[in-house]
């Protein structure tokens, strides 16, 4: 059984008015696939309100509860695609709140967070099948990264296309320049002309499957690859 104990009071590194900006514009470059439902659990409003202003986001539809006392019956309502979680809510057992959920929300993803991380906690979240374990505090980006790869990896957000042409053509240059290929010597190696290879690295061109296929020749990489960067990126 786990131990309850007083949660400190903590703050994250940076105020929301200079952080939520910088969040909307990395969630700006994804597109929904339609309403995403998000659950915010959390004993601390503050904390609830923190985060739900920093993932706030057309298409997001974020509630919030601080009431362990309502957890169970609120639970079993409205159904959610991602629920951001507390591992420490006074008067429960954290294994008690995972067992809800997977009864409960079983098509629900779960991101843990915790001031207290431990191996026992991990292990226990890890046996639940959450999507990923946090301390706090925690940075912005990793907020971010971990909430953008849960609905992506769902189906649920999907790269626009000006953004998927950019990460492409990031990708393409610095691994050309990695290998030290001048533009003239890719264009030589892909039968494309410089122009073209220009525009696509410049994320100003889509490139065609052919096209991808002659460069990741090039660069000796599959073209598998090169979409499985992005993803990671």
């Known amino acids: 059984m786990s131990t309850l104990v007083e949660k400190p009071a903590y703050s994250f590194q940076k105020p929301v008015s200079r952080i939520a900006p910088a969040l909307q514009m990395?969630?700006?470059?994804?597109?929904?696939?339609?309403?995403i439902r998000l659950l915010i659990l959390d004993d601390d409003p503050q904390t609830c309100h923190l985060i739900q202003a920093l993932l706030s986001n057309h298409g997001f539809v974020i509630d919030t509860l601080s009431d362990?006392?309502?957890v169970e019956g609120w639970l079993k309502g409205q159904q959610y695609h991602l629920i951001i979680m507390d591992y420490v809510l006074p008067g429960l057992e954290a294994e008690t709140v995972l067992k809800w959920i997977n009864e409960y929300q079983p098509e629900s993803s779960v991101i843990v967070v915790t001031a207290y991380p431990t191996v026992e906690s991990a292990l226990n979240c890890l046996r639940a099948r959450t999507y990923d374990y946090l301390t706090k505090p925690f940075q912005?980006?990793?907020l971010r990264s971990l909430v953008i790869r849960c609905l992506e990896s769902k189906g649920l957000?999907?790269?626009?296309?000006e953004a998927l042409r950019e990460s492409l053509g990031n990708l393409i240059r610095d691994k050309r320049k990695g290998m030290k290929l001048t533009l003239q010597q890719m264009s030589d190696k892909t039968g494309v002309s410089l122009g073209y290879l220009s525009q696509i690295e410049l994320g100003k061109n889509s490139a065609s499957i052919e096209t991808l296929y002659r460069?990741?020749?090039a660069l000796g990489m599959k073209m598998s690859?090169?979409?499985?960067?992005?993803?990671r990126n």
């Open 68 to 70: 362990p006392s309502q």
């Open 215 to 217: 460069i990741c020749l």
């Open 26 to 35: 990395g969630l700006s470059e994804f597109k929904t696939s339609g309403e």
């Open 157 to 161: 957000l999907r790269m626009t296309e």
């Open 225 to 231: 690859d090169l979409f499985q960067s992005i993803q």
């Open 140 to 142: 912005v980006d990793q």
